[in-house]
């Protein structure tokens, strides 16, 4: 195609996505009255909550090994997921990011590159260590790091993810701009085109939280959509976003999951106490846990805080409920998530260098009287305690404690 025949489809297609997402937008207006799509959190959500019913939890090659990952350190990652434990605490995707992407064949269907010579028979072996397999496209021309994108191609794309056994989808929005309205229209293609096949595909949303994605990502089929822009391997960056999701809750719940980004956890970045932090406050935000080292070669400590089961069990309780901050001096934060069981889980957080007695009055947690505590990163019953409880807590450090009543 010539580059003036290439812009050409390009404006049909962009003006095709325009008509069908004006379609959307009417019929939507229409069945849910004026403005609804707005405000509703789960605006006609065709998400499959059997798919996600709890945050997803697996494993990403993106933080780590970037447009390094291939082949051998997937199944690495694999083998290291079962081996390590991971796998026993609740972990299960194995996705591969940005850089998989080789050239269209003559038909138009996408090939692997030549660091993944065959895509079937490495989904094929992590499935026979009883995880799944995830893969890794943008709705563009192009993918963030300019690999071959879906755009033109969706049921293809589909239909070959399909074809190889392939599980969990993260499409991402490479684009530098994007209205709602085009971003609904090519999400729901997506969609559309993966239910299509028949096969059960996670379908995860990446484009940084733009047009408040959490108002329209159920009804376009998302399992979890990203929230924020790129975390990246420091505290303050892993702060930022974690501290940043408060409001967000009550988008979030058993097949549909605000997702502010992967786990940095064992990457090197940052110091115990900050991953400890990291992992406590996504597992109150019910954040998908997707870990993002490399999982061949993790310390003790990293392998422990990856699978503390009784933090795991707070982030994957099957009430669903996102946490939220209650209370907040300076830096010194209070966050609580609502557990099925009725316990409330607390995350006392200092945001300071220095160390600090922060305290969790009950009345804040809709909790009276006497409640037992819990240390949940210790395994230890602390007692029972009267109208509060307090903890001192290092810098940039947490004490995560359940209270029940
Ligand atoms: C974007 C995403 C990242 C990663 C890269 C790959 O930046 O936010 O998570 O997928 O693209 O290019």
């Known amino acids: 195609m010539t580059h003036s025949s290439r812009r050409t489809a390009g404006v049909h297609r962009a003006t095709a996505a325009i008509l069908s997402s004006l379609a959307i937008l009417l019929l939507a207006s229409f069945a849910y009255g004026h403005g609804a799509l707005a405000q509703s959190a789960v605006a006609n959500p065709s998400a499959d909550p059997t798919l996600a019913a709890t945050p997803p939890m697996g494993w990403n090659s993106w933080n780590h090994f970037a447009n390094r990952v291939d082949d051998k350190a997937v199944r690495s990652a694999a083998d290291a997921m079962v081996s390590s434990g991971m796998e026993g605490a609740g972990y299960i995707y194995v996705n591969i990011d940005d850089t998989w992407e080789g050239k269209r064949d003559a038909d138009g269907f996408i090939q692997s590159n030549e660091k993944f010579p065959d895509m079937k028979a490495l989904a094929d072996y992590v499935h026979s260590k009883g995880l799944k397999i995830g893969i890794y496209s943008s709705p563009g021309p192009r993918t963030c790091a ?9 049921e293809q794309d589909a239909e070959t993810y399909a074809k190889w056994g392939l599980d969990y989808l993260k499409y991402d929005w490479c684009q530098p701009t994007g209205t709602r309205e085009q971003m609904i229209a090519a999400y729901t293609k997506m969609h559309d085109a993966l239910v299509k096949t028949g096969r059960p595909i996670v379908f995860s949303l990446c484009e940084y939280g733009w047009n408040k994605v959490w108002e329209w990502g159920p009804s376009v089929g998302g399992n979890l959509w990203r929230t924020t822009g790129d975390i990246s391997d420091r505290y303050f960056s892993m702060a930022d976003i974690g501290f940043g999701q408060n409001g967000l809750e009550k988008f979030a719940g058993p097949g549909h999951w605000n997702d502010p980004d992967m786990l940095e956890i064992g990457n090197g970045g940052m110091n115990e106490d900050e991953y400890r932090t990291h992992m406590s406050l996504w597992c109150i935000l019910a954040a998908p846990l997707i870990a993002g080292n490399d999982l061949s070669r993790m310390t003790p400590f990293t392998i422990e805080l990856l699978t503390n089961r ?14 939220y901050r209650v ?37 804040q947690i809709g909790v009276n009287g006497a409640a037992n505590v819990r240390d949940l990163w210790l395994h230890k019953d602390l007692g029972s305690f009267r109208d509060k409880f307090s903890a001192f807590v290092p810098s940039h450090g947490v004490v995560l404690v359940r209270i029940k009543p």
Not at 310 to 323: M, R, S
Not at 337 to 348: C, E, R, T, Y
């Open 310 to 323: 009784e933090v795991i069990a707070v982030d994957q309780d099957p009430a669903g409920k996102q946490g």
């Open 327 to 363: 209370a907040q001096e300076g830096p010194f934060e209070v966050w609580m998530k609502p557990m099925a069981d009725g316990s409330k889980v607390v995350g006392l957080f200092n945001r300071q260098r220095t160390i600090e007695e922060i305290v969790v009055n009950f009345s």
């Open 146 to 154: 300019g690999f071959e994108g879906s755009l033109g191609h969706e």
